[in-house]
């Protein structure tokens, strides 16, 4: 995780947009999904810019099938703690 | 090796300017893959034949005449905006020495690095009887567009009590579980509007994509209205006679008032021609930057790539584009990128209000992606109607967002 906010600072200070860029292992993907912009009139659930704990809760509960989910159960048990965290941190540091 | 062929690729002119990276196809993966290039700061060039890109998801909708097929047209304005140079050609070859992308008219545009999404080309060698001109007698609509109309009014067209024929290839093709899809959706629309009227599944397969939830949802939505032919049962299609509408099995002819042929598939031309298929007619890759296993500098994603047990589907173009735009920025700084996971979600309408996905999250293993265990899987077979209204829901909000992201 720290590698990855290294690398972030180090992009910033390179590219004047970085969204996209030096995101860990799985965490592009949810976006997928998730809307990064934020749309209205969507059901799923906006997470970008979320607190990371808020995502990092969430996930451990879904892959523990303590959430109701219609599909985070399937999606959160292909990650670690560690992952989770690396995804949580950098979601939360979009937009 | 992606290392090696990096350091080997980088070239003085990086130092002095930007690097410039060329994307051919505009597609769920070019299109996501030149925007997140041009995101990380390089100098992108999008070669696109089309002048506007006709999505395939929700275009099993349309057949069904419960969408506009214009809902599905997306633009290249905001791509444009942020400065991606977007170049309406088609590319017909690739200069691998002098690491040229040749244009339509004959122009050059030179690359550091270059990322072919051609998506795929059905193949009109593969079933006797079956080439571009049955196709316009027995639609394949596998790919949005005219197609897609031209088999839209011939349901319309066809009276109460005909038959509809749709025959499934062997893997691997363009989205799993879109040919169940799409006969789940015809039958709705034969059920609502032409009740008297049957629809048989010919399959080159025993065995498919969601196949219980299918199944299940056939049985209790449109019971004596589907037909599934497996292989095992005589499905695979030999065969056809476009002027008869008539599909040959190694088990008996079946006449159609209406047949839907999805024939055998391969990545799109250009990939062929730029040397980086293999003779299964798709694309090796290195699951970690997708360049190119047969071409160093040359990467592939989306349909076009061999993707092991990743699908070839929208969800995973653009997912498999993020990280590929992310791997080719990191080796234009002479970075060996780090391993990726990625994950893909397919829904499926069963009928409008009815919705099953089916969900992987990938990570490489030596020449392929593999699934990581214990994640993804299909929607459960006994949820009740209320989570199967609101996975339908879903669908359309992954449609808007997915779309969103890449076009929008
Ligand atoms: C009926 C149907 C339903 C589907 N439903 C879903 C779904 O619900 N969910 C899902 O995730 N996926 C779905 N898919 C699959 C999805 O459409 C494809 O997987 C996806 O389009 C692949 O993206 P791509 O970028 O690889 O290729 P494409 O989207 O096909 O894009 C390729 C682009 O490259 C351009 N091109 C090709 N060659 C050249 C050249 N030489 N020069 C310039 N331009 C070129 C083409 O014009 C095209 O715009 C469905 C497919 C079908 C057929």
Same mark, same amino acid.
């Given at each position: 995780m720290s590698a990855a906010h290294f690398v972030l600072a180090a992009l910033a200070v390179a590219a004047p947009s970085m969204a996209g860029a030096a995101a860990p292992p799985g965490a592009s993907s949810c976006a997928g999904c998730h809307s990064e912009a934020g749309r209205p009139n969507v059901a799923i659930p906006p997470i970008h810019g979320q607190p990371a704990a808020e995502i990092i809760a969430a996930m451990r509960a879904y892959r523990a099938g303590e959430r109701p989910a219609s599909v985070m159960d399937r999606i959160a048990k292909g990650f670690s703690d560690e992952e989770i965290q690396a995804i949580a941190a950098w979601i939360s540091a979009q937009r | 090796m992606a290392g090696a062929a990096a350091s080997a690729l980088v070239r003085p002119a990086l130092a002095q300017g930007r690097a410039k990276v060329v994307v051919v196809g505009g597609g769920f993966g070019g299109a996501t893959c030149a925007r997140a290039l041009r995101r990380a700061g390089l100098d992108v060039t999008l070669v696109e034949a089309e002048a506007t890109y006709m999505a395939c998801p929700f275009s099993n909708a349309v057949i069904a005449g419960l969408r506009g097929l214009e809902e599905l047209r997306f633009g290249y304005g905001a791509l444009r905006r942020e400065g991606v140079a977007v170049v309406h050609q088609a590319a017909v070859a690739v200069e691998v020495e002098s690491r040229r992308v040749v244009l339509a008219d004959g122009a050059g545009v030179p690359y550091d690095r270059l990322v072919l999404a051609p998506g795929i080309d059905l193949r009109f060698d593969a079933l006797p009887g079956y080439d571009a001109r049955g196709a316009e007698t027995l639609p394949h609509a596998w790919k949005a567009g005219a197609q897609t109309e031209l088999l839209r009014r011939q349901l319309d067209a066809m009276e109460d009590g005909g038959t509809v024929v749709v025959s499934v290839p062997a893997n691997p093709y363009r989205c799993p579980p879109g040919p169940y899809e799409r006969a789940s959706l015809i039958a709705h629309y034969l059920k609502t509007r032409k009740p008297r009227s049957k629809l048989i599944l010919l399959d080159s397969k025993d065995s498919f994509s969601k196949q219980r939830l299918f199944q299940a949802a056939w049985a209790s939505l449109y019971p004596g209205l589907l037909e599934h032919v497996p292989l095992s049962a005589g499905g695979a299609v030999t065969a056809v006679d476009a002027a008869e509408r008539t599909l040959s099995t190694d088990f008996g002819d079946h006449r159609a008032s209406v047949a839907n042929v999805i024939p055998p598939?391969?990545?799109? #031309?250009?990939?062929? *021609?730029? %040397?980086?298929?293999?003779?299964?007619?798709?694309?090796?890759?290195?699951? *970690?930057?997708? /360049?190119?296993?047969? $071409?160093? &500098?040359?990467?592939?994603?989306?349909?076009?790539?061999?993707?092991?047990?990743?699908?070839?589907?929208?969800?995973?173009?653009?997912? /498999? =584009?993020?990280?590929? =735009?992310? =791997?080719? =920025?990191?080796?234009? #700084?002479? /970075?060996?990128?780090?391993?990726?996971?990625?994950?893909?979600?397919?829904?499926?309408? *069963?009928?409008?209000?009815?919705?099953?996905?089916?969900?992987?999250?990938? $990570?490489?293993? &030596?020449?392929?992606?593999?699934? *990581? /265990?214990?994640? %993804? %899987?299909?929607?459960?077979?006994?949820?009740p109607l209320s989570v199967r209204a609101l996975e339908a829901r879903y669908a359309e909000d992954w449609f808007r967002i997915i779309t969103a992201d890449v076009f929008g």
């Open positions: - | 598939q391969q990545a799109g #031309r250009i990939a062929r *021609v730029a %040397g980086v298929s293999d003779r299964s007619g798709w694309c090796p890759i290195d699951p *970690v930057t997708f /360049e190119s296993r047969l $071409r160093p &500098g040359i990467h592939v994603i989306g349909d076009a790539a061999i993707g092991g047990a990743i699908p070839k589907s929208a969800f995973a173009a653009n997912a /498999e =584009a993020k990280v590929c =735009a992310e =791997a080719v =920025a990191g080796l234009l #700084r002479d /970075e060996a990128p780090a391993a990726p996971k990625l994950i893909n979600t397919c829904y499926s309408l *069963v009928a409008p209000d009815y919705g099953i996905s089916i969900a992987g999250v990938y $990570r490489p293993a &030596g020449d392929l992606f593999a699934d *990581v /265990e214990g994640a %993804g %899987g299909t929607s459960p077979l006994d949820a």
